[in-house]
């Protein structure tokens, strides 16, 4: 089938451009995505879509400005671009169809998190937006929900058409997670979703997309290779995300996000959501939104609660899984341990739980497979990050285990908050290892602000990479923060 053909409903779509684009094999051995042409829309031959679908809740109408007002100081939400909507206090305000809110009343949800508050109003808009929130706040919905609706209001899929909404992911494990909440919304419906990633056969992803889907959650590698041999097409896609934005650049995925993006009309509605808004993420949100509309969830000025006793370790990846046994064995021996560990892979997270159970640690690891159940009866938590909303009420935690740096120094501070809640104190012990070595800066400037000890390795570490730390303020340090600043 030709590229630029498409079905009846949708014929002539896709404007003038390169020629059609065959089969044929992957590009794995040359540069990704070197067949996929950059496409020339001419916007009045393509068929029309609707993406306003918002119509705004009479509770939501009648909030006087000062309610909202509150609403969004109390929930640190700040908004920034042309005509945003209110936010909507409670699931029912967003009107979403029952069978959304009947899994939603299952889940046990009692309130949209401020994220999916703010953020529903504007995707129900159909406006471009951008949501940075911090790892567990609920951005997963924020952007599904109104997928769903978007979806129902389109054509039916017809023999041969690509996905309505794509969703791009930086790895397969994010990907799944989004596709099995995609999956557990969508049944109801019968939209049908997808997931596809690398380094797993491709026969059951072509199937899936052949069958026709809705939704595909997709890493960029993979899509492009399926797109270069036809296996799919982003013809009918009007609603894309990119999720995890600020990971994927830090993966060096910029090149496959751009050569997909433009196979997607440019009147696509477009939804940007990253934990961090660092100058590449800025850049990435400029080329790809349309008047878009910006929601920050979180203190603007961030700092490490100074009540808790931060201490670094810098060591060998080798070393950890010794050194958190020694310290474990010590944090035991105090009256009040309760722990939480974190570290960057699900994989990693079921490995030393395993160990430490038959350590006889009473150990336990969240993340998404787990039940909530399960989450609440042992004493010890091992996280894998995106999976621990911040609103859930792991109380009196007295130590906090950085086993794997985190992402970013934002990420860090959000971590160790997790101890010394309400005028308690607490300890963070980090290990941070060579491969760490480019947020020592970072790091130290966060200890700096907060009056710690700084151990003489990380400043070494910090100056052998050049960096030029003894005097970089907090915000100099985080210059994606500054921004927010007031
Ligand atoms: P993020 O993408 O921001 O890291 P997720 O979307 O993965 O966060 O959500 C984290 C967890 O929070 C998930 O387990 C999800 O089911 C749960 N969650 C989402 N929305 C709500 C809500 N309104 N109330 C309670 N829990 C929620
Ligand atoms: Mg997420």
Not at 45 to 56: D, H, I, R, V
Not at 356 to 362: A, E, F, I, N, V
Not at 377 to 388: E, K, S
């Amino acid at each position: 089938m030709n590229w630029y053909g498409g079905p009846p409903r949708f014929g002539g779509g896709g404007g003038g451009g390169g020629g059609g684009n065959r089969g044929g094999p992957s590009g794995k051995f040359g540069n990704p995505g070197e067949r996929l042409r950059k496409k020339h829309w001419n916007l009045d031959e393509l068929p029309k879509f609707q993406k306003n679908f918002y119509q705004e809740h009479p509770d939501v109408t009648h909030r006087s400005p000062q309610e909202i007002e509150q609403y969004r100081r109390n929930k640190e939400v700040t908004v920034k671009g042309r005509d945003c909507p209110k936010p909507m206090i409670k699931f029912n305000e967003a009107s979403f169809p029952s069978y959304v809110m009947d899994m939603i009343v299952k889940q046990n949800f009692t309130d949209p998190t401020p994220i999916q508050s703010q953020g529903w109003p504007v995707a129900l808009s159909g406006k471009d937006m951008v949501g940075i929130a911090q790892t567990g706040s609920g951005k997963t919905l924020a952007y599904l929900l109104p997928a769903i609706v978007h979806i129902q209001h389109q054509p039916f899929l017809e023999h041969g058409d690509g996905p309505i909404c794509l969703v791009l992911a930086p790895t397969r494990e994010l990907a799944q997670q989004v596709q099995q909440v995609a999956a557990e919304y969508g049944r109801a419906s019968r939209l049908k979703s997808t997931c596809i990633y690398g380094g797993a056969p491709k026969g059951p992803q072509i199937r899936d997309l052949e069958r026709g889907v809705e939704i595909c959650i997709a890493t960029p590698g993979r899509l492009i290779d399926f797109l270069e041999c036809n296996k799919t097409n982003l013809r009918r896609c009007t609603y894309l995300v990119l999720d995890e934005a600020d990971r994927m650049l830090d993966m060096g995925f910029e090149p496959q996000i751009r050569k997909i993006v433009d196979q997607i009309r440019p009147d696509r509605q477009t939804l940007m959501w990253s934990a961090t808004w660092p100058k590449e993420v800025r850049q990435l949100a400029e080329d790809f939104l349309k008047d878009y509309v910006q929601i920050n969830i979180g203190a603007l000025q961030l700092s490490a609660n100074h009540n808790i006793l931060q201490i670094v370790d810098v060591c060998n990846d080798m070393e950890k899984e010794d050194k958190l046994i020694r310290l474990l064995e010590e944090i035991m021996s105090e009256k009040e341990n309760k722990t939480i560990i974190f570290v960057e892979t699900k994989r990693r997270c079921d490995e030393l739980t395993r160990r430490m159970r038959r350590d006889g640690w009473p150990a336990m690891g969240i993340h998404g497979d787990k039940s909530q159940q399960e989450r609440d009866w042992l004493i010890t938590f091992l996280t894998f990050p995106p999976r621990i909303p911040i609103w859930q009420n792991v109380e009196d935690v007295k130590f906090v285990i950085n086993y794997d740096y985190p992402n970013s120094s934002e990420d860090y501070i959000h971590r160790i908050g997790r101890t010394a809640r309400s005028q308690k104190t607490g300890t963070a012990y980090t290990f941070f290892t060579p491969n760490n070595m480019k947020q020592a800066g970072d790091l130290i400037s966060v200890l700096r602000e907060a009056n710690q000890a700084i151990n003489p390795k990380l400043i070494q570490m910090a100056e052998d990479r050049g960096g030029k730390i003894g005097t970089a303020s907090f915000q100099q340090a985080h210059p994606r923060l500054a921004k927010w600043l007031p």
